[in-house]
């Protein structure tokens, strides 16, 4: 089992910046990626970011050049700074981890975080 904590959401302008940041715990050895995604009211959740273990980092085409995700294994953290932030940003984000257990993978997440990009 992996527990995940997320924090840093919030209200900021068009233009502005926000830095989202997940804590795990629990099965953290099992984990081998780990990423965000978010959900717009009326819409399905979709990937926002991930990063495996090795470091491979993946975007959404919609967050590239924007977004930066990071992981800090040793505080076994994951964070996502988001810049240029635009009112279609605004969601719920969920922090995500991925595990896998001999052959069997299971996926985690967070509560969810409230991002609103509004003037």
């Known amino acids: 089992q992996v527990q995940l904590v997320e924090s840093g959401g919030g209200l900021v302008q068009p233009g502005g910046s926000l830095r989202l940041s997940c804590a795990a715990s629990?099965?953290?050895?099992?984990?081998?990626?780990m990423g965000w995604y978010r959900q717009a009211p009326g819409k399905q959740r979709e990937l926002v970011a991930t990063?495996?273990?090795?470091?491979?980092?993946n975007y959404a085409d919609s967050v590239k050049g924007r977004f930066t995700i990071s992981r800090d294994k040793a505080k076994n953290m994951v964070t996502l700074q988001m810049n240029s932030l635009k009112p279609e940003d605004t969601a719920v984000y969920y922090c995500?981890?991925?595990?896998?257990?001999?052959?069997?993978?299971?996926?985690?997440w967070g509560q969810g975080t409230q991002v609103t990009v509004s003037s």
């Open positions: 995500n981890a991925r595990t896998m257990v001999a052959v069997t993978t299971s996926v985690y």
């Open positions: 629990g099965s953290i050895s099992s984990i081998y990626s």
């Open positions: 990063i495996t273990n090795g470091g491979n980092r």
